[in-house]
């Protein structure tokens, strides 16, 4: 059974700090990696994708990816109340698998 | 900025009946997927679709649901008998490619079934 994981959150930040997210994965055939954000009660919404090893910095997100540890992270930056959502780590070999998410919450 | 459309934004039916889902994909699009989400769980994979036919499913996708792409704009995923279990958020989502492209997501459908 092909998994990802990912705390479920949540995990609470101070606006203007930076938010970490981590997601490992089983699946060592794995090619790309994704993260969404999902509001509550809309579709996911594509923020970053990364398909080789290192960091891939997109405005205020940061993914990271190790292949060796199975391993995906998103920073966020400068964190804003807006960035309140799940976010969701998805990976995929011959399907795109999701993991729980987790459920960011950014106070003032 | 091409968007996914899904219709209806919700679909309420009774246990037993057929529903139909209908999404129209980004246009220069070349794979299609759906997805559902019951509520507070994850996004599960149900299908993908290229060149007229499936390439993959999941074990989730069972012979209660088929998909077709009836004209060169639908893509549409079948309930034939639904069940109570099937109530979720329906996404569908479409793609360039396989391996290294993006999945971009509908605002999906949300099916109630009494």
């Known amino acids: 059974q092909k998994e990802v994981e990912q705390n479920s959150g949540p995990l609470s930040v101070p606006e203007g700090a930076i938010a970490s997210l981590n997601c490992t994965y089983s699946?060592?055939?794995?090619?790309?990696f994704f993260w969404y954000r999902q509001y509550s009660g809309k579709s996911p919404e594509l923020i970053m994708s990364?398909?080789?090893?290192g960091d891939k910095e997109d405005g205020r997100f940061t993914a990271q990816l190790n292949k060796a540890s199975q391993y995906v992270s998103l920073l966020i930056r400068d964190s804003q109340p807006s960035d309140s959502a799940t976010y969701l780590c998805?990976?995929?070999?011959?399907?795109?698998?999701f993991g729980t998410g987790t459920r960011l919450q950014v106070f003032p | 900025e091409p968007e996914v459309t899904q219709t209806p934004s919700h679909q309420v039916t009774q246990m037993g009946q057929e529903v139909i889902l209908r999404c129209v994909p980004i246009s220069n699009h070349l794979y299609f997927y759906w997805y559902r989400q019951i509520l507070g769980q994850k996004v599960e994979f149900l299908v993908s679709?290229?060149?007229?036919?499936?390439?993959?499913k999941s074990e989730i996708f069972d012979d209660q649901f088929s998909v077709e792409r009836p004209d060169g704009s639908n893509f549409t995923l079948k309930i034939r008998s639904t069940k109570l279990e099937d109530s979720a958020m329906y996404f569908c989502?479409?793609?360039?490619?396989?391996?290294?492209?993006?999945?971009?997501f509908g605002p999906g459908t949300r099916l109630t079934v009494t």
């Open positions: 679709f290229y060149n007229n036919e499936i390439s993959e």
């Open positions: 998805a990976v995929k070999g011959d399907k795109l698998i």
């Open positions: 990364i398909y080789s090893n």
């Open positions: 699946d060592r055939g794995s090619q790309s």
């Open positions: 989502a479409s793609s360039r490619g396989t391996l290294a492209y993006e999945q971009y």
